[in-house]
């Protein structure tokens, strides 16, 4: 069966360093996502992507906060330079065209020091 | 805007009991909502959606959920519970156009009783 993949599992950076986030989307699909969990909240939405470009973001994602579809099967999340806040599980989702469920990845845990 | 309140962030039933977790919802257009569960150190799977079709929606591994507009809830039920179901459960709602983001609620851990 299909499946979102994120890389890596779990990532630990200084403070003010850039971090890439990648995910690999399920290959027919065209919407993409990014959503982040810091622990013990709930899932929030960051940005969602079609067509490649930004289709809506939150206020979370600021000017520290990029996506890009480099390829056609990879989309990655970066953070310029992180922030101890940052600290959280960011989860990839992908949607298919006239589709209303998005399937998520495995999530990358962040953790910023 | 849309909004989820989930009731209870915290539910313990025991083993073979029924399962319900409550999860109420805003949306100034029509809604999809969905029910997501999350295992320990996995993503989220999703257990069933409502797009407007049937209000009554069947999901995985036994669970169902029931739309009612009128009280504006989508709350998860299960006849039976199993020690497999301890998890963590998020409500989440969409609008029925556009990029379709989730927004989630709180979340709900479900502990099973043996």
């Known amino acids: 069966e299909p499946e979102v993949t994120q890389t890596p599992s779990h990532q630990v950076t200084q403070m003010g360093q850039e971090v890439i986030l990648r995910c690999v989307p399920i290959s027919n699909h065209l919407y993409f996502y990014w959503y982040r969990q810091i622990l013990g909240q709930k899932v929030e939405f960051l940005v969602s992507?079609?067509?490649?470009?930004?289709?809506?973001k939150s206020e979370i994602f600021d000017d520290q906060f990029s996506v890009e579809r480099p390829d056609g099967s990879n989309f990655t999340l970066k953070i310029r330079s992180t922030k101890l806040e940052d600290s959280a599980m960011y989860f990839c989702a992908s949607r298919a065209l006239r589709a209303s469920e998005q399937f998520f990845g495995p999530g990358t845990r962040l953790t910023v020091l | 805007a849309q909004s989820v309140t989930q009731l209870g962030s915290h539910v313990s039933v025991s083993e073979g009991a029924l399962v319900l977790l409550r999860c109420n919802y805003s949306s100034s257009v029509p809604p999809y909502l969905f029910w997501y569960v999350q295992y320990p150190n996995q993503g989220l799977q999703l257990l069933l959606k409502y797009t407007s079709a049937a209000t009554l929606v069947k999901g995985i591994n036994g669970f169902e959920a029931e739309f009612k507009k009128s009280e504006t809830s989508f709350h998860l039920t299960k006849p039976s519970a199993h020690m497999s179901d301890a998890a963590e459960y998020f409500c989440?709602?969409?609008?029925?156009?556009?990029?379709?983001?989730?927004?989630f609620g709180t979340g709900t851990r479900l502990t099973i009783i043996p």
């Open positions: 989440a709602v969409s609008a029925n156009f556009g990029n379709e983001k989730l927004t």
């Open positions: 992507f079609y067509n490649n470009e930004i289709s809506e």
